[in-house]
Nanobody
Framework: QVPLVESGGGLVQAGGSLRLSCAST?????INWYRQAPGKQREWVAS???????DYADSVKGRFTISRDNTKNTVYLQMNSLKSEDTAVYYC??????????WGQGTQVSVSS
């Protein structure tokens, strides 16, 4: 088991910012952020490796920044210039050595236009 706990979601106006956190009780190599909007499939947003290499979906590139604090076993997703289409439940995800998926409970992000 790899417990993941997201926090930091909320309601924000378009153009605003939020910072999400994904905390674990253990050190984790790769952490991914996904999101799922109502009626849509879950989509990948960003990833960060243990060496802090990052990758982003085109839809968030230049607006979102993923980072990590290994002393706190926490990964952050800084979201700037938020748009209404960013409204979704955001989940953090990792895989163990056997490629089994672990997910947090999700945190709601709502952007009002």
């Amino acid at each position: 088991q790899v417990p993941l706990v997201e926090s930091g979601g909320g309601l924000v106006q378009a153009g605003g910012s939020l910072r999400l956190s994904c905390a674990s009780t253990t050190s984790i190599n790769v952490i991914n952020w996904y999101r799922q909007a109502p009626g849509k499939q879950r989509e990948w947003v960003a990833s960060i490796s243990g060496s802090s290499s990052t990758d982003y979906a085109d839809s968030v590139k230049g607006r979102f920044t993923i980072s990590r604090d290994n002393t706190k076993n926490t990964v952050y997703l800084q979201m700037n210039s938020l748009k209404s289409e960013d409204t979704a439940v955001y989940y953090c995800n990792t895989k163990d050595a056997w490629y089994r998926d672990y997910w947090g409970q999700g945190t709601q992000v709502s952007v009002s236009s």
